[in-house]
């Protein structure tokens, strides 16, 4: 057996023993988002740690474990917290979680994060819908001998992100009068946060957003099948378009400021996504 994919099965099965609930919609939380599981009507929990084998989260503001209940009336597993390869994690850990999520029912994932703002017209506390990504700067998740239980070996990505939950983005935000820019978002390993010399190619190259996760995560779901949305929280301006030095704290904090706007947004998305996978 592929060991990835026995390593998946043997977290799942750890999973099982300890929860029943099935999910229909995963949500990953980015750092400064933790706070959303507070909307969740929770059944049950479970931290990371206690799942066999499965990597646990080491960086602030992320607490590390999975909450499930009802957002709304809708079926959700909550990644409160995600692993990063600059932990030291090698990717297939990194993108467990998502696989793992489907596994235990999930077809849609909502990916979110905390991201560095290169396009110009953003600012601190601004959403962007990620339209597509550029992967090339970290390893890919695929890479290696591919398990056709988890996805055919060439997988398409000229959709990563599924245009029918785009529109439902599009629409919530509009209807509840928040402001949502879209753009193209790019995944660098970190932990170091980019050059100023960096964040002018990255600008080059079109780039929109950029963070230290969300783009394996987003292969990875796409590779099983799940559809994929994401949502980007601008924390801060990118290296050299403002004078102050780039902090973890400052992530966090412009996150919470927007917590309130960010809970309404994904809230109303998912319970509209819910409603069309019924009809």
Excluded: W
Excluded at 20 to 27: C, D, G, R, T
């Amino acid at each position: 057996m592929n060991k990835i994919y026995e390593k998946h099965l043997k977290c799942f099965e750890s999973f099982r023993k300890m929860i029943s609930f099935k999910p229909e919609i995963a949500l990953t939380l980015g750092s400064g988002l933790g706070n959303f599981a507070d909307n969740v009507d929770v059944k049950e929990e479970l931290s990371y740690a206690e799942i066999d084998g499965f990597p646990v989260s080491t960086v602030p503001g992320h607490e590390g474990k999975f909450i499930l209940g009802y957002l709304k009336d809708v079926p959700v597993v909550l990644m409160k917290g995600r692993v990063h390869m600059y932990e030291g994690y090698d990717v297939s850990d990194v993108v467990l979680p998502a696989r793992l999520m489907y596994m235990m029912g999930a077809k849609t994932l909502f990916l979110t994060n905390a991201s560095g703002g290169i396009n110009p017209d953003f600012y601190a506390g601004a959403f962007m819908m990620i339209k597509d990504h550029i992967s090339l700067f970290v390893r890919n998740p695929l890479v290696g001998p591919n398990d056709e239980r988890l996805g055919i070996r060439f997988p398409d990505m000229t959709h990563v992100y599924d245009e029918g939950l785009q529109d439902v983005i599009r629409k919530v935000a509009k209807e509840n009068d928040i402001e949502l820019f879209e753009g193209v978002y790019a995944q660098l390993s970190g932990p170091s946060f980019e050059t100023p010399a960096e964040i002018r190619m990255l600008r080059t190259l079109g780039i929109d957003a950029v963070g230290m996760s969300t783009v394996v995560e987003a292969i990875a779901a796409r590779h099983v099948g799940m559809k994929v949305c994401g949502l980007s929280c601008v924390a801060n301006l990118a290296a050299g378009m403002n004078t102050a030095p780039l902090t973890h704290d400052e992530v966090q904090e412009a996150a919470n400021k927007a917590a309130p706007r960010f809970t309404k947004l994904v809230t109303e998305s998912i319970s509209e996504m819910y409603k069309a996978m019924k009809e």
